[in-house]
């Protein structure tokens, strides 16, 4: 198991305003599936993406990442999981502009203390695996939209992973890129890795092998995709 949610909550409190944006949620995601988080403004799959990422933690129950308990993590431990066990892509890249492919994509090994050989391996291995080697000496700017985005994938990829977490992959690129994209998150998948999408576009959560769809903090919907067949599992009134 590498993501178990039991029975969590997130309130917020904004003033004299107590915002609840989990309402004992429980949830778990095995290696190698395939997950697209869906929900409306306010449904509370951005604090539930911040809580897989380990960015924020539960007010009350559980988050188990891989076995271990979140909010008994320190700091430390907490950015090393950020770092090496979850690779994150983000709608707006996240590039550093005077940085070329090659040193984008092996940063979080530098900040992971990997020795300068295995970082070139690595780095290497996971440009290749998006598609990029022959730009690897670029930087962003001279880059197409998308191919930004497969950076940024690399990037997510190079330590190897638990899990990769993308926050709209998609969101600024055309739907024919979105589309190559999909590709790519889809290889990746068949690869063996464990892919988390939070997206509000049916289109793409389409792509996922199951969909999770939020609202007014609660898992409303738990979609399983097996070919065509689609079993749903109610989880709160709608």
């Known amino acids: 198991m590498v993501i178990d949610f ?3 909550t997130k309130v917020y409190t904004i003033g004299t305003e107590q915002v609840h944006a989990l309402r004992g ?3 778990t995601i095995k290696k190698n599936e395939y997950i697209a988080l869906m929900g409306p403004s306010g449904s509370g799959k951005s604090t539930m993406m911040n809580m897989i990422g380990c960015l924020d933690t539960p007010t009350s129950g559980e988050y188990l990442f891989e076995g271990q308990d979140v909010a008994k993590l320190t700091d430390d431990q907490l950015a090393e999981i950020r770092n090496k066990r979850i690779g994150f892509v983000f709608q707006n890249f996240n590039l550093i502009p005077r940085s ?3 040193h984008n994509v092996e ?3 530098i900040y992971a203390g ?3 050989a295995e970082r070139k391996s690595a780095t290497l291995d996971a440009i290749e695996k998006v598609g990029l080697t022959e730009r690897m000496k670029h930087k962003p700017n001279e880059l197409s939209g998308g191919q930004r985005q497969r950076v940024a ?3 997510a990829l190079v330590n190897n992973p638990s899990i990769i977490l993308a926050d709209e992959p998609t969101g600024n690129l055309d739907s024919k890129t979105g589309e190559e ?3 790519v998150f889809e290889d990746l998948y068949k690869a063996g890795n464990t892919i988390i999408l939070v997206t509000h576009e049916e289109d793409i959560a ?3 092998r199951r969909v999770v769809r939020l609202k007014d903090g609660c898992i409303e919907v738990d979609e399983m995709m097996n070919g065509r067949k689609v079993f749903k599992k109610v989880l709160v009134d709608a």
């Open 153 to 155: 994938i690399a990037r």
């Open 6 to 8: 039991r029975n969590m």
């Open 25 to 27: 949620v429980s949830m």
């Open 107 to 109: 940063l979080p090994m």
């Open 114 to 116: 990997v020795g300068a």
């Open 100 to 102: 070329d492919v090659f």
């Open 181 to 183: 994209i999909m590709g």
């Open 206 to 208: 389409s792509h996922a």
